[in-house]
C-alpha cells in the first residue's frame, strides 16, 4: 500500500450504470402542479368522466415514454460491455467507469515504463474500482494511491505493476510458483498477483482490512489467493519457500524472518527507510546469501509489527 503509483478473464457487465443526481433537465425532472380546490357536485357521471380522463392520460404518458425512448440517440445509451469470462465480477457498481478507462490507465503505466506484458494483461483484467469505496470509484484508473481506510490506501496502478514485473524477472524464466505478499489491504494486489503466479499468499495484520479484502475478492471467485490474517513481519514460514515475497509498506529494513523465507534464485522487492524511502530488489543466491539492489524512489505506509 502506498501514498502515490493468459488474460485474466472478468465480466465487467455490472460495473457501469447511471449517475445517482437526476439531471436539471426536463425530461429528468418530474413536477406535480396543484391546482386550489373547487367545490363540485359528484355524481355518477362525474365518476365515470374521470376514470376515462385518467385512463386517456395514463395512456398518452405510456406512449410519450415509449416515443422518447425509440428516439433516443444511441450515443446516449448506456452501454454494458463485458470481457470473455467464466468469473462473475462483484455486484458493486459505480459511474463513469468503463473498458476503455482502464485501458488507458494500462497504457499510461506502460508509457511510464512497465513492458511485461503478462502483467500488462493482469492490471488491465482486474477491475480496481471494485476494490474501492462507491465514492472514489470513478477515481479509481487515475495514477494514485487512495485511502482504503484505517490509515491505509490502494497503491497507485503504476507501483503495482512496477513491483510484480520486477519480482518476476527472474532466473527462472519468470515463472512464480509460491508468492508471498506483505499487507493485503484490500485485495487489489493480490488479485493482480494471482494472474502471474500459480499461488499467492498475503498476510494482512489489520483484521478489518482482512475481513474487507475477503468481502472484495469473495465475489472474484480467484481459487489460487489464500488470505491470511497475522503479523506479516514474521511472513509464513510454514509455507515456505517463496518464488518471490512483495512487500506493501516500507520499514527501516527487510525482516530477517522474510529473507530466510525467499527460495533460491527468487526475488524481494520492498519500500526500505523511513521519511525517505527507496524500492530494493534483493534476491537469493544461496542459501547464505543474498544481493541488493536500489532501483528507485518511492513512498509507502509504515511496516509495523503485530496484528490489531
Known sequence: MTDKSSRFPLS?????????????????????????PTRTVVTPQTATRNAAQDSGRQAAKAQAAKAAQSAQPAGKQVVRSALP??????????????????????????KQGVSDPKVLAAMEAVPRHMFMEPAL???AYIDASLPIGHHQTI?????VARMIEIMRDNNKGKVLDRVLEIGTGCGYQAAVLSLVAKDVYSIERIKPLHELAKTNLRPLRIANIRLHYGDGMLGLPQVAPFDGIILAAA??????????????GGRLVAP?????????????????????????????????????
Not at 251 to 264: K, M, N, R, S, T
Open 12 to 36: 465487467l457487465s455490472s460495473v457501469v450504470e447511471k449517475k445517482g443526481k437526476s439531471s436539471t433537465t426536463a425530461s429528468g425532472r418530474t413536477s406535480t402542479q396543484f391546482a386550489a
Open 272 to 308: 526500505v527507510g523511513g521519511r525517505q524511502q527507496m524500492l530494493q530488489l534483493i534476491e537469493r543466491i544461496s542459501k547464505f546469501e543474498w544481493t541488493s539492489e536500489t532501483l528507485e524512489e518511492c513512498h509507502f505506509v509504515p511496516l509495523r509489527p503485530g496484528t490489531v
Open 251 to 264: 520499514g527501516l529494513e527487510v525482516p530477517q524472518a522474510l529473507l530466510e523465507q525467499l527460495a533460491i
Open 85 to 110: 469470462t467464466p468469473i462473475p465480477t462483484a455486484n458493486r457498481q459505480a459511474p463513469l467507469v468503463s473498458d476503455a478507462v482502464r485501458k488507458a490507465m494500462v497504457a499510461r503505466v506502460a
Open 155 to 159: 497503491s497507485q496502478p503504476y507501483i
Open 137 to 139: 470509484s470513478s477515481q
